[in-house]
Structure formats: structure tokens, C-alpha cells
Nanobody, 126 residues
Framework: QVQLVESGGGLVQAGGSLRLSCAAS????????VGWFRQAPGKERNLVAG????????YYVDSVKGRFTISRDNAKNTVYLQMNGLKPEDTAVYSC???????????????????WGQGTQVTVSS
């Protein structure tokens, strides 16, 4: 069973950047696909970006393409979300999630992920 801890959130002005980290412990991290989700007040939790277990495949929701980059360092048991060009509409609680898998797939549904971090707040001011 893997435990996930996010860090790197905070308050930033529009146009600024943040890098979120998702540190894993307690499992063989290279066997997990990972997703970054976000949830704004009153809205559903949605996938922002996903990465396959080996890191070869990535996925981005259209609204963040070209601005966000997901990556992973399996030697450090960490997945990153580099967020550039932040907009006020990016304001949300960002959570990472992991799914054990034998395949080099990306999973887009929140219900597919068994393990979740506690979340980190990202606030973008205009």
C-alpha cells in the first residue's frame, strides 16, 4: 500500500508558476500510474494530468495543455506537476492519486485510483 504526500501549493499571481510534488512511500512506486486531480469549491474533482507507471505516457486536460507538465522520478518516488502561466481559474485543491497497474496506461477517472494524498491548495490571484 502506498502513501502519498503533496507539497508545493501556495498563493501566486496570475501568470506565475508553481511546482507541485507528490512523494510516495510504502510501495513499489514504479508499478503505479499517477494522476493529479483538482477540485474547486462547489465543483467536481477532475483529472488535470496523468502519467503512466514508467513515465512514457502523459495526459493533460485541454485547459492546461501547454502550461502544465507532469513528470516522475521513480528513483525518488516522486511525481511532479510544473504549472506555468497560472490563471485564476486554476485555483483549487490539487491532489495526487495512484493506481497499481501492470500496464503502461493512464487512468482518467477518479474512481480508478485507490490511493490519494491529502491535497494542497493552489490559489491564483488576478
Amino acid at each position: 500500500q502506498v502513501q502519498l504526500v503533496e507539497s508545493g501549493g501556495g498563493l501566486v499571481q496570475a501568470g506565475g508558476s508553481l511546482r507541485l510534488s507528490c512523494a510516495a512511500s510504502g510501495g513499489t512506486f514504479s508499478t503505479y500510474a499517477v494522476g493529479w486531480f483538482r477540485q474547486a469549491p462547489g465543483k467536481e474533482r477532475n483529472l488535470v494530468a496523468g502519467i503512466s507507471r514508467g513515465g512514457a505516457r502523459t495526459y493533460y486536460v485541454d485547459s492546461v495543455k501547454g502550461r502544465f507538465t507532469i513528470s516522475r522520478d521513480n528513483a525518488k518516488n516522486t511525481v511532479y506537476l510544473q504549472m506555468n502561466g497560472l490563471k485564476p481559474e486554476d485555483t483549487a485543491v490539487y491532489s495526487c492519486a495512484a493506481k497499481a497497474t501492470a500496464y503502461n496506461y493512464i487512468y482518467t477517472g477518479a474512481k480508478e485510483y485507490a490511493y490519494w494524498g491529502q491535497g494542497t491548495q493552489v490559489t491564483v490571484s488576478s
